[in-house]
């Protein structure tokens, strides 16, 4: 009987040497479903082991995330090695946020107020 499955990746740590992220699944009933008949859609062990944070589960992007969060590893690391790219985006974003660093390197954007009146008028 399934009970827990662990796996590791070994990231590159800043300043030399690994750092290990780890995601963990535990048995439960949604995984004995994917295991008998199959991933399917919302059914994937990536939602299973997101969806069971409760339950000691964590993904390889919430390890790595937590890791970047640190100082361990580089951003360009944790993209690198990320199940899911946008996931491990928003976690860094959202420790960027939080630390007051800039999270994208758009500036100078405003709203052309008068682009409603313009398309008014253009039309027939």
């Given at each position: 009987m399934l009970r827990?499955?662990?796996?590791?990746?070994?990231?590159?740590?800043i300043?030399?040497?690994?750092?290990?992220?780890?995601?963990?699944?535990?048995?439960a009933l949604r995984v004995q479903d994917a295991?008998?008949?199959g991933e399917s859609e919302g059914k994937t062990f990536y939602e299973i082991i997101?969806?069971?944070?409760?339950?000691?589960?964590?993904?390889f992007d919430?390890?790595?995330?937590?890791?970047?969060?640190?100082g361990l590893i580089s951003e360009e690391t944790a993209i690198a090695f990320a199940s899911s790219r946008s996931?491990?985006?928003?976690?860094?974003?959202?420790?960027?946020n939080a630390r007051g660093e800039k999270t994208t390197d758009l500036e100078g954007l405003s709203i052309d107020r008068e682009y409603e009146r313009r398309v008014k008028k253009s039309r027939p």
């Open positions: 827990w499955v662990v796996s590791q990746r070994l990231l590159p740590k300043g030399g040497g690994r750092v290990a992220a780890i995601e963990i699944m535990r048995q295991v008998v008949h997101e969806a069971g944070v409760a339950q000691g589960m964590q993904t919430a390890s790595i995330v937590d890791a970047y969060e640190k996931v491990v985006f928003r976690g860094i974003d959202r420790i960027k």
